[in-house]
């Protein structure tokens, strides 16, 4: 019972830092604004075996920002001790600061089969993540600022570990806009391209975990557009043999609201 408490406890306090920037809303949020006009939304959802398919609100990349995401392609990879199986699941948030400002994301979860001989005592998952964020609504007076996007996942257990993650530096240049390509994967090779419209993007946390503390994986653009942005990334998962998956999601925007 006390582990358990524990656990819930490092939880909120990973959820707290990722609303460093503002306020937590769980799925259904209510947003006032701030003095500085600059609001903040996040949702989570809590996933594992037992938790159908998730799609907040009709959630998942919506079909106009789809078009900003390019070539996702999957490669299997040649070699036989392992092998990439799913996707065992996706699941979607959507949220935003208000009708201008809205933001949407995508989780897909892959297993990574290995040979009995690289690993007898774990599993291995992969979760690949896209999400974006826009305030474009096709309102001609509308000149409201995406200022950041955020998407990731905070694992459950302090047992489970995150042992490999795409991207590894934060991206800015030379020029923008400029195509990204993100890539990872060891048992296949999971590829997505977007546009850098403008701004830098990277990981904003990263705590593979430990015996005391739960892991995180957090990617981020920040910037200030009018229009849309997308964000990608992935991490592998190492859980103890037939433990599952247990993990939230989180999906984070902020943004300025300003009608000339």
């Not at 949020?29 to 500085?36: C, G, H, K, L, R």
């Not at 990872?184 to 975990?209: A, D, K, W």
Request: proline content about 4%; some cysteine.
């Amino acid at each position: 019972m006390n582990l358990q408490k524990n656990q819930m406890a490092l939880i909120f306090i990973a959820l707290a830092l990722f609303a460093i920037m503002g306020t937590i809303y769980f799925v259904s949020t209510t947003n006032a604004p701030s003095p500085s006009k600059e609001n903040s939304s996040i949702a989570t959802v809590h996933i594992d075996p037992s938790v159908e398919g998730y799609r907040g609100d009709g959630g998942g990349i919506t079909r106009e920002m789809s078009v900003f995401l390019k070539n996702e392609t999957i490669s299997p990879e040649s070699s036989s001790s392992c092998q990439l199986t799913g996707p065992l699941r996706t699941d979607s948030l959507v949220t935003s600061t208000d009708s201008n400002i809205t933001a949407s994301a995508q989780y897909t979860l892959y297993k990574e089969e290995f040979n009995s001989t690289y690993d007898s005592s774990h599993d291995y998952y992969l979760v690949w993540m896209k999400a974006a964020g826009s305030s474009m609504l096709g309102i001609p007076e509308n000149n409201s600022r995406i200022t950041e996007l955020r998407a990731g996942i905070i694992l459950e257990q302090v047992s489970d570990r995150i042992t490999d993650w795409s991207p590894y530096t934060d991206t800015s240049g030379p020029a923008v806009p400029h195509e990204e390509t993100v890539r990872m994967g060891r048992c296949g090779i999971l590829s997505e391209t977007y546009t850098l419209e403008q701004g830098s993007t990277g990981v904003i946390s990263l705590s593979p975990g430990s015996s005391n503390t739960t892991a995180d994986f957090i990617i981020r653009w920040g910037g200030e557009l009018n229009g849309t942005q997308v964000i990608v990334g992935g991490t592998e998962i190492q859980v103890p043999k037939n433990a599952g998956y247990n993990y939230t999601v989180v999906l984070g925007v902020n943004g300025t609201n300003v009608r000339e």
